[in-house]
């Protein structure tokens, strides 16, 4: 089945640790996104990928890296220097073939403990 | 920034009734305006999309009603079901490869028995 591949689903990290978290797709679509969702609040871009090799900044980067090494492949991590990184994080997609519309994965569950 | 507000926060509807939430937004380089459902623990998914060429758009119980001069767009469920009873958030994004979405903060729909 086509889609958006998110792992793990619940994560728990102990302060001053970094985590990675997966997002892999088979759409074959060429831009690749990370929001963060907070209780009550709507999301927040933290990176984007337009192409293999290039990536920029959302409104909430920081305390975040990303790579984009392959194309169905976007693992964002959560540095030690994000102050308040329990949150559910969203990996979403776009291609040419979808026009403008944005897939969402199942998302993942950060806690820190 | 908050370049698109929504409204309300939360909204308990009966079955069988309408259900209206509303956008306002400030970007007039805006022209790509979908709605998303997202269920508890889930990622949310395309529900209906409107662009400022027509001023309604609907499908099956979903309705965008867009008003341009306004900057402010809707959803009406019609004959709401408790099965309905999920957060709506609204978007806005100008036309593009790779265009980033900008989302409302959310609504949360109860729809009674």
């Known amino acids: 089945d086509g889609g958006i591949t998110q792992s793990p689903k619940y994560l728990f990290r102990k302060e001053g640790q970094n985590v990675t978290l997966s997002c892999e797709q088979n759409l074959n679509h060429d831009a690749m996104y990370w929001y963060r969702q907070d209780p009550g609040q709507g999301l927040r871009l933290i990176y984007y990928s337009q192409i293999v090799n290039d990536f920029q900044k959302g409104d909430i980067a920081e305390g975040y890296s990303v790579s984009r090494e392959k194309k169905e492949s976007f693992p964002l991590t959560v540095t030690s220097a994000q102050k308040n990184p329990t949150a559910f994080y969203l990996c979403a997609s776009q291609g040419l073939s979808s026009g403008n519309t944005i897939y969402f994965g199942e998302g993942s569950w950060l806690t820190v403990v | 920034q908050q370049q698109v507000k929504q409204s309300p926060q939360s909204l308990i509807v009966q079955k069988g009734g309408i259900s209206i939430i509303n956008c306002a937004y400030e970007n007039t380089a805006f022209d790509y305006f979908p709605w998303y459902q997202q269920f508890p623990g889930k990622g949310p998914a395309l529900l209906i999309a409107?662009?400022?060429?027509?001023s309604e758009k609907k499908e099956g119980r979903f309705t965008i009603s867009f008003n341009k001069s306004a900057k402010q767009f809707s959803l009406h469920i019609m004959d709401s079901q408790p099965g309905d009873s999920a957060t709506y958030f609204c978007?806005?994004?100008?036309?593009?490869?790779?265009?980033?979405?900008?989302f409302g903060t959310g609504t949360r729909l109860q729809v009674t028995l």
């Open positions: 978007a806005a994004s100008w036309d593009g490869t790779a265009s980033k979405l900008t």
């Open positions: 409107i662009r400022p060429d027509v």
